[in-house]
């Protein structure tokens, strides 16, 4: 029987679709608006890409937090929300003290954030049943790639390669993974990394590509894989394989690639006789009681 996660997960080709076919720019940041973006979990490593892409495009600066840590006596023209249940305490305590503009991006449109945020995009198709946060997170960032000005059309195809290419089974059986990313893939990593350790229980840690030479390739070594999520730096696959350690990278967007992650994570937790559905220790929503 497949689990709310399988399915989630290969939905996402569909849900870019309709993502970057509907994009609401009225509440999206504008060009030259100083923007914040935050969320938890997930949700700030989707944020950590979106910022970076949209800096990188000169469209203003652009700051990513997790909502706990945002510091308030910044100056933003607008602060971004992201949130898939739209009931996260450390989000929803932000927003209600913030001065500016806000804007949120959810998956339920019956939740305290309708309320909260000035303008709220809903995501309600991407929404999930899975505590495992997969589909809702990339669709949210295909929409602000979109948004950026980019064509995801090689994106979305790569997409559909990954939810149905085999799964190599030296990364099922991986004893440990170090995702790696550069520039807006550097998130995306975080994002790969937390599925193998929700999922899966995972050993997995993330690195700036670059930064995995300074100290944490120490760890490489044979049945340890080293998973890059864009092009890897010069030289960088020659070390890891020296060690004995498994270096792996493909041709495809990092966001499909890390849909490609998202399966192993799932592949990993059935070999553990895990649920995927229902991770250990997790709920959909940290909701803080005061």
């Given amino acids: 029987m497949t689990t709310h996660t399988e399915a989630e ?10 993502a970057v076919a509907d994009i609401p720019v009225d509440a999206l940041p504008k060009p030259g608006e100083r923007v914040a973006v935050v969320g938890c979990g997930t949700s700030w490593f989707i944020a950590m890409a979106y910022a970076t892409l949209r800096e990188r495009a000169g469209l203003g600066e652009t700051d990513a937090f997790a909502a706990s840590e945002a510091p308030l006596g910044r100056s933003y023209d607008r602060v971004l929300a992201l949130t898939r249940s ?6 929803l305590e932000l927003l209600g003290k913030v001065g500016t503009r806000t804007t949120a991006i959810t998956a339920d449109p019956d ?15 991407a929404d999930e049943r899975s505590v495992v ?21 090689q994106a979305i195809a790569d997409a559909g390669e990954a939810v149905s290419a085999p799964l ?8 440990q993974f170090s995702f790696l990313g550069t520039g807006w893939s550097v998130g995306l990593a975080q994002e790969a990394a937390l599925k193998m350790r929700e999922a899966s229980r995972s050993w997995t840690e993330a690195y700036p590509a670059m930064e995995y030479r300074h100290g944490p390739i120490s760890i490489a070594g044979p049945g340890r894989v080293t998973w ?3 092009s890897a730096p010069q030289g960088l696959r020659e070390q890891v394989e020296a060690t004995g350690g498994t270096f792996f ?15 192993v994570a799932v592949a990993r ?9 229902e991770p250990m220790h997790l709920t959909r929503s940290v909701i803080l009681s005061s």
């Fill in 9 to 18: 997960i290969a939905s996402q080709p569909d849900c870019w679709r309709r």
């Fill in 86 to 91: 739209g009931t996260t305490t450390e989000v």
């Fill in 111 to 125: 939740t305290p954030v309708m309320n909260l945020a000035d303008q709220v995009i809903v995501l309600d198709y």
């Fill in 133 to 153: 946060q997969t589909r809702f997170a990339t669709t949210q960032l295909a929409l602000l790639r979109a948004s950026l000005g980019e064509d995801l059309t």
């Fill in 168 to 175: 190599d089974a030296a990364l099922v059986e991986a004893e």
């Fill in 228 to 230: 890059m999520l864009g």
């Fill in 249 to 263: 990278e493909t041709a495809l967007d990092p966001m499909a690639e890390l849909i490609r992650a998202q399966r």
């Fill in 269 to 277: 937790a059935f070999a553990r006789g895990l649920d995927p559905d």
